[in-house]
Nanobody, 122 residues
Framework: VQLQASGGGLVQAGGSLRLSCTAS????????MGWYRQAPGKQREEVAT???????DYVDSVKGRFTISRDVAKKTVYLQMNSLKPEDTAVYYC?????????????????WGKGTQVTVSS
């Protein structure tokens, strides 16, 4: 499985960005996809994930500001990030896994894309 992420960049506080991640390959089953981030000196954390059934999960710090969505046919997930804050600055990674239950533990996720930098200036 290959995950191709795009959409990071530099934005002022209060601005918006949209991340996209597309899965490619064959012979795999994915039941959860989502976004994780890692800020300097911090551990990688789950930001938002979405399961096969379409139910989204969000870390508390982004609820009400970020929205994860998906296009099943395109094997693509999106993360719409609004009202961005400087503390959202991090490298954002797309990840996927066969098991929905693994989404809360980045170490358990099987597939990862390259990170994309999101920088929010104050």
């Amino acid at each position: 499985v290959q995950l191709q992420a795009s959409g990071g960049g530099l934005v002022q506080a209060g601005g918006s960005l949209r991340l996209s991640c597309t899965a490619s390959g064959s012979g795999f089953t994915i039941n959860v996809m989502g976004w994780y981030r890692q800020a300097p000196g911090k551990q990688r954390e789950e930001v938002a994930t979405i399961g096969y059934g379409g139910r989204p999960d969000y870390v508390d710090s982004v609820k009400g500001r970020f929205t994860i969505s998906r296009d099943v046919a395109k094997k693509t997930v999106y993360l719409q990030m609004n009202s961005l804050k400087p503390e959202d600055t991090a490298v954002y990674y797309c990840a996927a896994d066969r098991y929905y239950a693994n989404r809360g533990d980045p170490k358990a996720m099987d597939y990862w894309g390259k990170g994309t930098q999101v920088t929010v200036s104050s």
